[in-house]
T-cell receptor, first 113, second 112 residues
C-alpha cells in the first residue's frame, strides 16, 4: 500500500506570493490533517478535513486555507507569504476521524525569501 | 489552550546507555501517542496509550501513561545508533477528531 504522498517536496517563494501544497492520503483513508513544523514552534496543527469538510482548525491566520476533494486528496494554500511561513508542512492521513494511527507524509519544505 | 510539555529538549548519550523522555500536561490527557522523527524525515507513529497507568513495550522501548493521565514517558534501554532522532509525544483529543497536540520533542543523539 502506498504511503502518504506530498507534492512538491521543496519550494522556494518570495514574500507576498501564494503557494498551494498537495497531499494524497493512503488509499481508503478519509481524514487528512495538516501540520506546520518549525524549529521554534515545533509541530503545530493547521486543520483537519474529513468528507470534504473542514472539521477542525488550529490557531493560524486566515491566510492559511485548505480543501479536500471527493477522492480525499487535500490541498492547502497560503496566501501573501511571510518570511515566518518558512517551514516543513506535513500532512497526515487516517482511516477515520480520531483514528489511532495517523500516517505522515514526507512533507513539503517551504522557504520564503 | 491545552499545552503538552516535553523534557528534556536534548539528550546526548553513549551507545548502550538508557534514555528517557517525559511528557507532561496541566490538564488530563485524552490519549497519548508517541512518534519518532529521524533527521530529515517525518514523524512515524510508535504507539498509543489510552488507559490510566498503562504500560506498553516494544522491544527496548517502554511507554508509560501516568495514573492521573497527566504525564507519560518513553524509556529506551541500551540505546543504539539507530535510535537517533526526535521523539514526540502528542495528545489525541477524540472530541476534536484528528487533532494532535504535540510536545516540543526530545532530540536524542547517540555516540557510538
Amino acid at each position: 500500500k502506498a504511503g502518504v504522498t506530498q507534492t512538491p517536496r521543496y519550494l522556494i517563494k518570495t514574500r507576498g506570493q501564494q503557494v498551494t501544497l498537495s497531499c494524497s492520503p493512503i488509499s481508503g483513508h478519509r481524514s487528512v490533517s495538516w501540520y506546520q513544523q518549525t524549529p521554534g514552534q515545533g509541530l503545530q496543527f493547521l486543520f483537519e478535513y474529513f468528507s470534504e469538510t473542514q472539521r477542525n482548525k488550529g490557531n493560524f491566520p486566515g491566510r492559511f486555507s485548505g480543501r479536500q476533494f471527493s477522492n480525499s486528496r487535500s490541498e492547502m494554500n497560503v496566501s501573501t507569504l511571510e518570511l515566518g511561513d518558512s517551514a516543513l508542512y506535513l500532512c497526515a492521513s487516517s482511516r477515520d476521524r480520531g483514528q489511532e494511527t495517523q500516517y505522515f507524509g514526507p512533507g513539503t519544505r517551504l522557504l520564503v525569501l | 489552550g491545552q499545552q503538552v510539555m516535553q523534557i528534556p529538549q536534548y539528550q546526548h548519550v553513549q551507545e548502550g546507555e538508557d534514555f528517557t523522555t517525559y511528557c507532561n500536561s496541566s490538564t488530563t490527557l485524552s490519549n497519548i501517542q508517541w512518534y519518532k522523527q529521524r533527521p530529515g524525515g517525518h514523524p512515524v507513529f510508535l504507539i498509543q496509550l489510552v488507559k490510566s497507568g498503562e504500560v506498553k513495550k516494544q522491544k527496548r522501548l517502554t511507554f508509560q501513561f501516568g495514573e492521573a493521565k497527566k504525564n507519560s514517558s518513553l524509556h529506551i534501554t541500551a540505546t543504539q545508533t539507530t535510535d537517533v532522532g526526535t521523539y514526540f509525544c502528542a495528545d489525541l483529543d477524540y472530541n476534536q477528531g484528528g487533532k494532535l497536540i504535540f510536545g516540543q520533542g526530545t532530540e536524542l543523539s547517540v555516540k557510538p
